[in-house]
């Protein structure tokens, strides 16, 4: 039986999931000037994405994230941490040298060099760490085969 | 342009292909991917050993950023030899995998499969490559997880079972390599392996260092399944599909042979490990009982992938005699055993994977008489177990030799007697299988099968000839064996 019969339950949760959605783009977009990064941001991304699950059973939040997609993003998020590394390397630099990822293009808002480097990256990992930790309570929550 | 990052494409090749093969997912998709890429890696690792051999090891820094503050990639003759035989091991089993993958693994695993194998080339390959103590650690747990993942992949129920038990003692290991490598860092305050040997306080033993060497060795050595630590390997070997265990049982142990290697010859030294501490005379006593112990454990197995996987532990035996005689000869006996093992296991557990399509069972009584109706796969297992016992004109015999010729040189009768008697074992296990194939009535199973596929006898071949090759043409396996060891001793002293 899922938590969707208590109607205080289902309405924090509501409030809540917008909020916490929030505060993980904050973490993945700030973990540039302070702490935080893609890590933190993507398993606080899943955390919504549980409270979901516990709270309005598995299969919506299967219909909001399904696993088909999940296992998808997971190999997404390693291609472009990768991606951002041969595309140093092909610019001329070495793998992952972020130097070599300076450009001109509206230098105040654009971010450049190894800013934008350490940006694409922590992109990488936020969007796999999320698909991992969804796909990890999946698992656990469905004790059968999910795909 | 190309030439300089081949060092790193070796390993964003094989890292980012892996990645793409889920994505796309088409199982035949994935295959052609993984058979290209692994056949690319084997290319890029030829052309990386033959610029060592004409200009000396090759130095990368990742991201631009100086060693040792940054992540360094070397490649040297030690390496780039076991990166070698790696790579060429990976994709010989990738073109002979298809039959088997299809037979032995659900197909919805395919792309998965393909996957991991791909990410677990990675972790081997990285590890050998980096110059880096902690990113040895984060290589050596891709490669561990991703052949976790591989074994419990099987349709049996058992694979998840061995896979589990696998996974609990091989995070054990990674763990006591992990906590050596944080206490090296607390003393040198480096991580890359070049500078920790020359930081690393080794006057008189202190006692951190000590302790970060115990857990070091002991790690490894439940990664390399030394004898006392080496329960996970025989159900590992056993229960995974056929594919995984040619290419597991080629590399995987002999890259934490390699580490062990670099760990005593490079960090820590010879006098630290030797003199200093007893570790030559306890590895040797361990090797060899290893070897007897293994050896005849093989001769009991009436299931012939358990019976090879017995034979591997007792082979690493015979690796670690030839690193803990400490000298150049031992260490290139130790040093080039490790690719001819990685030839001849390959090819018998091709072999196997031959049998387990055509008779659907490596039960030894269900081999019976196979001689007869799949005579390329049985004279196939024949040469290989020739190599294995240590046959003249066999790569088995070139490592034996050396091993044996090191142990007489250096006065270490016992040794050399018992190698010889631990010979014997071999020949025990090896003819039991072929007796049973040649010299007995044919079972139902084997009355009624036929000749192994040809896309399988192929590669099979391929690295039965391999072993018959190098035991006559020994400049590329001894040759460089030998160059590695010399290149290790030089910078040790």
């Known amino acids: 039986m899922s938590m969707n019969t208590f109607p205080i339950i289902r309405v924090v949760t509501k409030l809540l999931i917008p909020y916490i959605l929030l505060f993980a783009l904050y973490v993945q977009f700030h973990g540039d000037y302070g702490p935080g990064g893609g890590f933190q941001a993507g398993v606080i991304l899943a955390a919504a994405l549980t409270l979901y699950g516990l709270v309005f059973g598995l299969e919506a939040a299967k219909r909001v994230a399904p696993p088909k997609l999940m296992q998808r993003l997971m190999a997404l998020g390693v291609l472009i ?20 990822l300076t450009h001109d293009v509206w230098p105040q808002v654009l971010p450049s060099g190894q800013h934008l480097g350490i940006f694409l990256v922590e992109l990488g990992v936020g969007v796999t760490v999320t698909a991992v930790m969804t796909m990890i309570f999946y698992t656990f929550a469905g004790r059968q085969h999910i795909t | 342009m190309i030439a300089s990052q081949l060092p790193v494409l070796l390993i964003v090749l094989p890292l980012m292909t892996a990645p793409l093969c889920v994505l796309l997912g088409g199982r035949r998709l994935a295959y052609l991917l993984a058979l290209t890429v692994s056949a690319c890696v084997f290319g890029i690792s030829l052309a990386l050993m033959a610029r060592v051999l004409q200009s000396g090891p090759i ?46 693994i659900p197909g919805s695993k395919h792309t ?13 390959l990285g590890m050998c490559i980096t110059g880096d103590l902690f990113n040895v650690f984060v290589f050596l747990e891709i490669s561990s997880l991703s052949s976790y993942a591989m074994i419990s992949l099987a349709r049996t129920r058992r694979a998840p079972l061995a896979a589990l038990r696998y996974l609990i003692l091989g995070t054990v290991g990674a763990t006591f390599f992990l906590i050596g490598i944080g206490l090296v ?70 890259v934490s042979v390699y580490i062990f290697i670099r760990l005593v010859y490079d960090i820590f030294t010879p006098e630290f490990a030797f003199d200093l501490l007893p570790l ?67 090819g018998l557990f091709m072999v196997v994977g031959c049998y387990a399509l055509q008779l659907r069972s490596v039960q030894l009584e269900d081999w019976r008489g196979a001689g007869r109706t799949m005579p390329w796969t049985s004279m196939a297992w024949a040469l290989g177990g020739l190599g294995l016992i240590g046959v003249p004109v066999t790569v088995g015999f070139v490592s034996k030799w050396l091993l044996l010729t090191t142990a007489v040189q250096t006065e270490h009768w016992a040794v050399a007697v018992l190698m010889l008697v631990s010979s014997l074992l071999a020949v025990v296990y090896i003819w039991r299988v072929v007796e049973t ?42 040759g460089l064996a030998g160059r590695a060891a010399a290149a290790l001793l030089g910078a040790g002293s």
């Open chain 2, 112 to 124: 998965l499969f393909y996957a991991s194998y791909l990410l677990c080339l990675t972790g081997l």
């Open chain 2, 280 to 346: 030559d005379s306890e590895l040797t006593t361990l090797a060899l009982v290893g070897i007897f112990v293994a050896s005849t454990s093989a001769i009991y197995q009436s299931d012939v992938k358990r019976l090879l996987a017995y034979s591997s532990i007792a082979q690493i035996g015979y690796m670690l005699l030839g690193i803990s005689m400490g000298t150049q000869e031992g260490l290139t006996a130790g040093i080039v055993h490790m690719f001819n093992h990685a030839l001849i296991k390959g």
């Open chain 2, 437 to 478: 194939l040649y010299f007995h009535e044919p079972s139902g199973r084997a009355a009624r099968a036929k000749e192994a596929p040809l896309s399988m006898l192929v590669p099979t071949y391929v690295v039965i000839a391999a072993t018959l090759l190098f035991g006559v043409w020994t400049t590329y396996s001894a």
């Open chain 1, 81 to 100: 941490y990768a991606g951002t590394g041969v595309a140093t390397m092909l610019m001329g630099g070495n793998f992952l040298d972020y130097n070599h």
């Open chain 2, 59 to 104: 130095h990368y820094d990742i991201g631009g950023w100086q060693p040792p503050y940054g992540i360094e990639y070397v490649v040297d003759y030690l390496s780039g030899f076991v990166m070698l035989f790696v790579s060429a091991i990976a994709a010989i089993v990738l073109a002979y995998a298809p039959r088997t993958v299809e037979l032995e």
């Open chain 2, 185 to 254: 860092y607390q003393m040198t305050g480096t991580l890359n392996l070049d500078d920790i040997a020359h930081r690393l306080p080794r006057e008189g033993g202190p006692r951190t260092i000590l302790v970060a060497f115990a857990f070091m060795t002991i790690g490894l050595c439940i990664k390399m399944a030394v004898f006392p630590v080496h329960s996970w390997l025989p159900n590992a070997y056993t229960y995974a599909p056929s594919a995984v265990t040619a290419f597991i049982a080629a590399t995987s142990t002999k």
